[in-house]
C-alpha cells in the first residue's frame, strides 16, 4: 500500500524559505509522477507542481513558478518542495500525492503540512 508522509511545514516570515519532504512508501516509483498541491481555507485544493519520479520533468503552476523547485531523490525515496520568496497567499496545508503516469489522476495523497506565512 502506498504511504505517503509529509514534513517540513511551518510558520514563516513573508520573503522566507521553507522546503517540504514527501517520504513515499509501498511500492517502486519508477513509473510514477509526483505532486504538490495545496489548499487554503475556504478555497479550492490547487495543483503547485509535479515531477515524474524516473526521468525528472518538471511541471508548476503559474503562481509558484521561479520560486519553487521540486525535486526527488530516487535513493530516499523522498519528493522535496523548495520554496523560497514566500508571500502570505502561500499560506495552505501542502499535501504531497502520486499517481501512475499512465493514470488521468493523483490515485494516492499525504495528510499535509501546514504552512503559514506571516506579512
Known amino acids: 500500500q502506498v504511504q505517503l508522509v509529509e514534513s517540513g511545514g511551518g510558520l514563516v516570515q513573508a520573503g522566507g524559505s521553507l522546503r517540504l519532504s514527501c517520504a513515499a512508501s509501498?511500492?517502486?516509483?519508477?513509473?510514477?509522477?509526483m505532486g504538490w498541491f495545496r489548499q487554503a481555507p475556504g478555497k479550492e485544493r490547487e495543483f503547485v507542481a509535479t515531477?515524474?519520479?524516473?526521468?525528472?520533468?518538471?511541471y508548476y503552476a503559474d503562481s509558484v513558478k521561479g520560486r519553487f523547485t521540486i525535486s526527488r531523490d530516487t535513493a530516499k525515496n523522498t519528493v522535496y518542495l523548495q520554496m523560497n520568496s514566500l508571500k502570505p497567499e502561500d499560506t495552505a496545508v501542502y499535501l504531497c500525492?502520486?499517481?501512475?503516469?499512465?493514470?488521468?489522476?493523483?490515485?494516492?495523497w499525504g495528510q499535509g503540512t501546514q504552512v503559514t506565512v506571516s506579512s
Open positions: 515531477i515524474t519520479w524516473s526521468g525528472g520533468t518538471t
Open positions: 500525492a502520486a499517481r501512475r503516469v499512465v493514470s488521468d489522476s493523483f490515485d494516492y
Open positions: 509501498g511500492r517502486a516509483f519508477s513509473s510514477y509522477r
